[in-house]
């Protein structure tokens, strides 16, 4: 099986930055995926990464380092509106399945 | 349709009733995945279609659970005897090609309350 383990809760300042972590277990791993959920609404893809090194899109980042099982998200210039939930999935096996983890809920404040 | 459909939004039933939940994917994705997502839990994966192949129904929690995918398109959930703990936003998404990492596109959910 697969363990992936978030924050459960983070809050940061508008205009600041935050990183949100992800650490996972697993076997065949294929590639890490972060995704956005604003309460109520469906989740919303992000990033994902396959190998080592850091994704920059924009204000959001996402690195990984496989050997170390670890990933984290980087929101720069954070807005009042990047306040969801920030879910870690990771995909291993042959089936390409996402696993979830259980999010990250951020809340950014004046 | 420009996204994934799914209907109904919210469905409240009786406990031990049976309900179905429907699924349209984005047109010509061939990968459809079921999730639920209780309060404050994160997505459980529910079963996976890919192409023509046999689903994946490793994630379906009794045999009460089962779904269907007709055509290669609009998948059906059904839960039967539904219980309390059934209780929860259940998820559908969809992908351009299975066996590969690509991006999935959810849907709003159906929010099942068994009462």
């Known amino acids: 099986g697969q363990n992936i383990d978030q924050p459960t809760e983070m809050t940061a300042t508008e205009g600041a930055i935050v990183q949100i972590n992800c650490t996972y277990q697993?076997?065949?791993?294929?590639?890490l995926f972060w995704y956005q959920q604003h309460a109520g609404e469906a989740p919303t893809f992000l990033s994902y990464?396959?190998?080592?090194g850091l994704e920059e899109k924009g204000r959001f980042s996402s690195f990984l380092s496989r050997s170390k099982g670890y990933s984290y998200l980087l929101l720069k210039e954070l807005q009042m509106k990047d306040s969801a939930s920030y879910l870690c999935?990771?995909?291993?096996?042959?089936?390409?399945?996402?696993?979830f983890g259980r999010g990250t809920s951020l809340i950014v404040h004046p | 349709g420009a996204g994934v459909s799914q209907s109904p939004s919210n469905k409240v039933t009786e406990k031990g009733k049976d309900v179905e939940l429907r699924c349209d994917p984005i047109?010509?994705?061939?990968?459809l995945y079921w999730y639920r997502q209780s309060l404050g839990q994160g997505l459980e994966f529910l079963i996976y279609?890919?192409?023509?192949?046999?689903?994946?129904k490793s994630g379906l929690p009794s045999d009460r659970f089962s779904a269907e995918r007709t055509g290669g398109s609009v998948s059906t959930l059904t839960i039967q005897r539904t219980q309390q703990e059934d209780s929860a936003v259940y998820l559908c998404?969809?992908?351009?090609?299975?066996?590969?990492?690509?991006?999935?596109?959810f849907g709003q959910g159906t929010r099942l309350t068994v009462v």
């Open positions: 998404a969809s992908s351009p090609v299975e066996g590969r990492n690509t991006e999935a596109f």
């Open positions: 697993t076997s065949g791993f294929n590639g």
């Open positions: 990464n396959v190998l080592d």
């Open positions: 999935a990771v995909s291993s096996g042959g089936s390409y399945i996402p696993t």
């Open positions: 047109s010509g994705h061939t990968a």
């Open positions: 279609f890919q192409g023509n192949s046999a689903p994946d």
